[in-house]
């Protein structure tokens, strides 16, 4: 038995865990599980009977911890915005509070004056740390991020370093906005995904069609999927025939015919014909389902670590604190020393305590590596992305709108008894009622628009193709069956073809192919170049077009054929051959991608032609369309990495040895400062050096 909250309004990673474990602790609950990204508490109960005891008691923790946010059981509306005018009064308060800070710094004033504007400046962006510190001592939870700042800005205070105060203040309540607006922008992937749910389906009963719920149609069913409609289960064809757009469940650019006997998935739309489907699975083992479920347990296995600092804070913080109270009062009271001159070193002990450096200079690197990406065309969501991506060791792409455009070109011509211009005449004929991706790119290459009035009478085929009058000439236009299914005999042509017949007659075939992008073979040479050991391609399309591609960009591993769970499957089996550390990247662009971008340790979406689900369950954009992009993101992620631990060794190295020397009395105030503020100073503009990309 289990119950699943919804938390609307969870951005702290730490609020969360503290969540978790204390309602695992309620009576009645065996063990509870926390999505930090869907907000979603799950409580395993060990009966129904005590379900609605430790839903109240978890919302009084929820309340208790977290008191802005709305606990409600799953089913619930949990559609939630990112409140765009809170983030901007957050922006206008944090920009006051520096405006303070400057003018308490640059301006000569009486002391009153300057301290009034730094404290204005402290407590303008700190006020909500110090408050959250204060309840978090009363209940008993001390050493957390809270209680690090509260207590390292108090110390630079007590010793009378009021811009250090500030100014950390400062820079740590930006990092901690623009954190959680990453957060809400990462978990739109869900939200985006949920738009290929299917809202109800037609069911065929003895009283006529009614609408129900996916989820209440049984296994041999019969339901009606209408022209436009999405299938809403996965079945057979009893009878009808239609073109199917898969492209949001294979990734295939080109429509599918289905007639009766045929297998149908659901999640793809009938386009131009009704159908009469026998269910064969329920709801929750549909593709849409699998899909859905797919990318809420990859959330799961991607599930963010907590912050450097708070896991950093859990150690260093308590140990300095104890050590500085410590060396302030053991000293004088075991040994008759002079009071004030042990206090004066706790507190320079305090003030070189205080990580100022490293919650600075840290998300400022990865904000710069970030900044330089976005530069070349590159966003990256988030500096555990970029972390990511420096560690790439395989790349896996889709192929259809990643590798190629996704756009048919006619790419051959081949005619019989007539001329090339002549086939490519008719078969545009043929096709101009049709928005077929096909017939738009026949009618673009013959450069025919209009027929100057005259009639042309056209039927399209469903899955086969089209049979037109034109000028007394009867035209087919389509594929293989089609011809013999009229007593011609086709060419053996593989691939993407059209093949046209005139008045009985074959007339010869048309080659379309989708473009590979300019830089795609350049893209797999650049990843190689980057220390990429392993290129792969994962795609829904057919085993000819696959290998094509493949050749033409040298990749040599590459799997056709393959339904969004199957890509998830073979993701897992190359994730499986990678050594520990090694990363696996995964590029693709279609809702059909989204499971499979968050599976990859980093998912790599193609921005200007790629789905808003793809893009949102993305961890990396590519704004420019350019696969070669992503071994150009490989290279700044690495350097960025190089300049975080540079910055990590100097700033502990540096603390760790003013920390020694301050015990000693051998580290006057102005060292302390300098090992607090000037570490961070350089620490900063070493950080700055990721921005130049």
Not at 53 to 74: F, G, H, M, R, T
Not at 82 to 90: I, L, Q, T, Y
Not at 327 to 339: C, H, K, S, T, V
Not at 368 to 388: M, P, Q, T
């Amino acid at each position: 038995m289990e119950a699943v909250l919804i938390l609307n309004g969870l951005n702290c990673p730490d609020c969360a865990e503290k969540i978790r474990r204390r309602a695992q602790n309620v009576d009645g609950v065996k063990a509870a599980e926390m999505n930090f990204m869907s907000r979603e508490l799950r409580l395993i109960l060990e009966s129904e009977s005590q379900k609605e005891n430790a839903i109240e008691e978890v919302k009084k923790i929820v309340s208790d911890i977290e008191p802005d946010v709305e606990v409600l059981l799953d089913g619930a509306n949990t559609e939630e915005e990112f409140d765009k005018n809170s983030f901007k009064m957050e922006i206008v308060k944090l920009l006051a509070a520096f405006s303070f800070f400057l003018a308490g710094v640059l301006i000569p004033m009486p002391f009153w004056w300057e301290f009034s504007f730094l404290i204005l400046a402290y407590f303008l962006s700190g006020w909500e740390v110090l408050v959250r510190a204060v309840k978090n001592i009363l209940k008993g939870e001390i050493f957390d991020e809270n209680f690090l700042m509260a207590i390292a800005t108090i110390g630079a205070f007590a010793i009378r370093e009021f811009p250090e105060a500030a100014a950390v203040m400062i820079f740590y309540q930006a990092g901690e906005l623009f954190q959680d607006y990453a957060v809400n922008r990462s978990r739109k992937s869900i939200a985006k995904l949920m738009d290929i749910r299917p809202d109800s389906a037609n069911l065929k009963t003895s009283d006529g069609i009614k609408a129900v719920s996916p989820d209440k149609v049984a296994i041999g069913d019969i339901i009606i999927v209408k022209p436009g409609e999405k299938i809403p289960l996965d079945g057979v064809v009893e009878s009808g025939s239609s073109l199917l757009d898969t492209s949001a469940m294979t990734g295939e650019s080109v429509p599918r015919a289905a007639k009766a006997g045929d297998e149908v998935i659901s999640g793809c739309i009938s386009l131009d014909g009704a159908l009469e489907i026998r269910v064969t699975k329920p709801f929750g083992e549909s593709a849409v389902s699998k899909i859905l479920e797919l990318v809420q347990r990859a959330g799961e296995k991607k599930s963010r670590p907590e912050r450097f600092i708070t896991r950093f804070a859990r150690v260093y913080t308590p140990i300095v604190v104890i050590a500085a109270a410590l060396l302030a009062f053991i000293p004088p009271l075991a040994f008759g020393l002079e009071l004030r001159d042990w206090v004066y070193r706790a507190l320079s002990f305090l003030v070189v305590s205080c990580p100022c450096a490293l919650v600075i200079s840290i998300p400022l690197s990865f904000f710069g590596g970030i900044g330089g990406a976005s530069s070349k065309g590159i966003l990256v969501k988030g500096g555990i992305r970029l972390e990511a991506l420096s560690k790439c060791k395989a790349v896996a792409f889709d192929k259809t709108g990643t590798l190629t455009k996704g756009v048919f070109e006619v790419d051959g011509i081949y005619p019989q008894n007539i001329s090339n211009e002549e086939l490519l005449k008719f078969a545009a004929i043929a096709e101009s009622f049709s928005n077929h991706p096909i017939a738009v790119s026949i009618k673009r290459a013959a450069g025919i628009d209009d027929f100057s009035g005259r009639e042309v009478s056209a039927r399209e085929i469903a899955g086969k193709g089209v049979e037109a009058g034109f000028d007394g000439h009867r035209i087919l236009a389509g594929n293989k069956a089609l011809m013999l299914e009229n007593g011609i005999n086709p060419s053996n042509a593989e691939g993407t073809v059209v093949h046209v017949a005139l008045d009985g007659e074959y007339a010869g075939y048309i080659s379309l192919s989708d473009t590979l992008r300019s830089d795609a073979a350049q893209a797999v040479k650049k990843l190689k170049a980057a220390g990429v050991e392993k290129v792969f391609m994962l795609t829904g399309d057919g085993t000819e077009n696959t290998k094509k591609v493949a050749s033409a960009v040298g990749i040599n591993a590459f799997y056709e054929n393959l339904l969004p769970h199957e890509k998830v499957e073979k993701v897992e089996e190359i994730l499986s051959g990678l050594k520990d550390g090694e990363k696996l990247a995964f590029a693709g662009d279609g809702i059909n991608d989204a499971p499979v971008l968050a599976r990859a340790d980093i998912g790599i979406a193609m921005g200007g032609l790629g789905s808003d689900a793809a893009i949102e369950a993305a961890d990396v954009v590519l704004m420019t369309d350019e696969p070669s992009k992503i071994a150009d993101g490989i290279k700044i992620s690495k350097k960025t990495i190089r300049i975080v631990k540079q910055n990590i060794v100097f700033a502990i190295s540096i603390k760790i040895l003013v920390l020694i020397l301050a015990a000693f009395g051998l580290a006057p105030m102005w060292l302390a400062v300098f090992a607090d503020v000037g570490v961070a100073f350089l620490a900063i503009l070493n950080a700055l050096r990721a921005i130049k990309a």
